[in-house]
């Protein structure tokens, strides 16, 4: 039996039903039991915010896909493996490398797996760069018109796929990759501007790419986001501490076949652009 944490989430979601479709066991954690999940996963409501909520969930299972971040983490895989758990697959992140506790979101990720690696358990690490799926990010703008406004113009990033993170943790649930940290990346990598231009081709519209200022970018993420989350975001990509450009074999290597491409990624979800 194998435990989903996320499983309604964009990664989470993929794995349940990758693993379903495999006919493995599943179990997934949810906060609502009326959660839309794979035909044949088995719902089970808790909150990883507080380990003791979902005890119930942990019964029978073998390995757990763990998403980063929680409060009482160390608590929780405790938990776990007093329940006879053997192994975490943790969805980590690549600014999980720089160790930077003063940037939020590569403190959450490299806290997350300093207590998966104290906890005893085997595991193993997915640091996924940028999803594809962030380009849905632009819906509101493409249901206006045609141009598409994108912040951090200059930054490219090999952006992948959440169904091969998927791919990558389920064959690490099944065993063979513990102790390891997976490096998972599309095959090439792209600036906004290149991202558009695929769709464009796509949808079959005359689309028009426009690279916001950093001011511009700045005065966004400060209208969406808490500002401890601006600066981690305005470190990796206008200061350039974090790389998510280079390409990384991990995906190809473990699932045996080629990362998929941001072409191949728009081709499955153009209906939701239309």
Known sequence: MFLVTGATGTVGAEVAAALTGAG???????????AVLPAGAEAVTGDLNDPGSFEAALEGVDGIFLLSGYDDLPGL??????AGVRRIVLLSGGSAALADLGNAV???????????????????FLRPRAFMSNALR????????????AQFPDV??????PADIAAVAVRALAGGHEGQVLDLTGPVALRPADQVAVLAEVLGRDLRFVGLSNDETRA??????????????????????????TVHPAVPEVTGRPARTFAEWARAHADAFR
């Open 24 to 34: 493995e066991p599943v179990r997934a954690l949810v906060r609502r039991p009326d």
């Open 106 to 124: 590569s403190r959450y990720m490299t806290l997350s797996e300093r207590a998966v690696r104290a906890s005893g358990l085997d595991w193993t």
């Open 220 to 245: 966004e993420l400060e209208a969406s986001l808490p500002r401890e989350y601006v600066d981690a975001f305005w470190q990796f990509y206008a200061e350039g501490t974090l790389d998510e450009a």
């Open 77 to 82: 895989l405790a938990r776990a493996r007093d």
């Open 156 to 161: 490219p990033a090999a952006c992948v796929d």
């Open 138 to 149: 632009w819906l509101p703008q493409l249901r206006e018109g045609d141009t598409v406004r």
